[in-house]
C-alpha cells in the first residue's frame, strides 16, 4: 500500500511560481514511478509529467514543457512539481499519483497508468 499526500497548492498571480510537493507513506515508494496530474474547472483530468523510480528520466507533457520540471527525493519519500511562468489557464486540481508504471520521455501520461493517488492540491493563478 502506499499513501500520497500533495502540499504547496496556492493562490499565486500570473507569471508567479510555485512548488508543489507529493508526500509517500510505504516502503515502495522508491520502485515506483510518480505522474502529476492536473484538472481544471470542467475539464477532463490531463497529464502533465513524470519522473521514474530512480529519477532519471522524466518525460512531460507539450503543453507545459518548459514551464516545469519534476523531481524527487526518495530518501524523503517526497516527489516534486515545480511549476513556473504561471497563466490563469494553469489553475485546477493538480493530483500526483504512483505505481510501477514505465515513465518514458514521449510516452502519454494517462490516468488508467496509476493505482495510487493523492487527494490534489488546489492551484489558483489570478490577478
Known amino acids: 500500500q502506499l499513501q500520497l499526500v500533495e502540499s504547496g497548492g496556492a493562490v499565486v498571480q500570473p507569471g508567479g511560481s510555485l512548488r508543489l510537493s507529493c508526500a509517500a507513506s510505504g516502503s515502495t515508494f522508491d520502485t515506483r514511478a510518480v505522474a502529476w496530474f492536473r484538472q481544471a474547472p470542467g475539464k477532463e483530468r490531463e497529464g502533465v509529467s513524470c519522473?521514474?523510480?530512480?529519477?532519471?528520466?522524466?518525460n512531460y507533457a507539450d503543453s507545459l514543457k518548459g514551464r516545469i520540471t519534476v523531481s524527487r527525493d526518495n530518501s524523503k519519500n517526497t516527489a516534486y512539481l515545480q511549476l513556473n511562468s504561471l497563466k490563469p489557464e494553469d489553475t485546477g486540481v493538480y493530483y500526483c499519483?504512483?505505481?510501477?508504471?514505465?515513465?518514458?520521455?514521449?510516452?502519454?501520461?494517462?490516468?488508467?497508468?496509476?493505482?495510487?493517488w493523492g487527494q490534489g492540491a488546489q492551484v489558483t493563478v489570478s490577478s
Open positions: 499519483a504512483a505505481d510501477y508504471t514505465p515513465c518514458l520521455v514521449g510516452r502519454p501520461i494517462v490516468d488508467y497508468d496509476y493505482t495510487y
Open positions: 519522473v521514474s523510480a530512480r529519477g532519471g528520466v522524466t
